[in-house]
């Protein structure tokens, strides 16, 4: 017996006097082993690459909603503009009290130059903005925008730009302004 008063039993079978299985026998247990495995290993892997595949369309899908949104979201007016529009009224905020340290006259004189530019630049955009338009919706480059916002990826958009000799990179920026006319030197 054993320290802990647990009786050990032991076989008494004897393993010398037993035959042993026969080799053809211990060959197809062992093929049956290995061709259960690998069926298994094939069905596994195949259902994998199934989710694999799934996730990538999936992630596909999502990456055109995202270019999509992007578009929309670039072609909403003042999203841009409320950066510059807060730096803009910091200087105007310093440049009023500049002014109010400064006599009454110069002040009128300073509100009649600002006037005289802000008259002149105003005529100079109008004469620009009439040439030049964004483009997104310029003729040459449109179908390029609609393939985006259908769900083309851009990368494979850019490629068809460079193949046609157009400039990929102007796919980045739908609101950077061109003139009117079709670019010198390409053709439609």
């Known amino acids: 017996m054993n320290d802990n008063n647990i009786p050990i039993v032991e076989p008494i ?12 026998r211990t060959i197809s247990f062992i093929n049956h082993f290995i061709v259960t495995t690998v069926a298994f290993l094939n069905k596994f892997s195949l259902k994998c690459e199934e989710k694999l595949y799934e996730f990538e369309n999936k992630l596909q899908k999502l990456e055109a909603a995202v270019v999509i949104l992007e578009s929309r979201l670039a072609s909403v007016p003042g999203l841009e503009n409320k950066s510059t529009v807060a730096v803009d009224c910091d200087d105007a905020q310093s440049s009023n ?23 002149e630049t105003k005529s100079s955009e109008v004469t620009t903005v009439e040439n030049v338009e964004p483009i997104s919706k310029h003729p040459l480059y ?42 010198s030197g390409v053709e439609e």
């Open 13 to 24: 079978v004897d393993y010398t006097k037993i035959p042993p299985i026969h080799q053809r």
């Open 97 to 119: 009290t500049v002014e109010k340290e400064n006599d009454s006259e110069s002040i009128v004189n300073a509100e009649d130059v600002t006037t005289q530019n802000l008259d």
């Open 142 to 183: 449109e179908k390029y925008f609609k393939m985006v916002n259908f769900g083309v990826p851009k990368p494979a958009v850019k490629i068809k730009m460079a193949q046609e000799g157009l400039d990929p990179s102007l796919l980045d920026d739908p609101q950077q302004l061109i003139p009117k006319e079709s670019p």
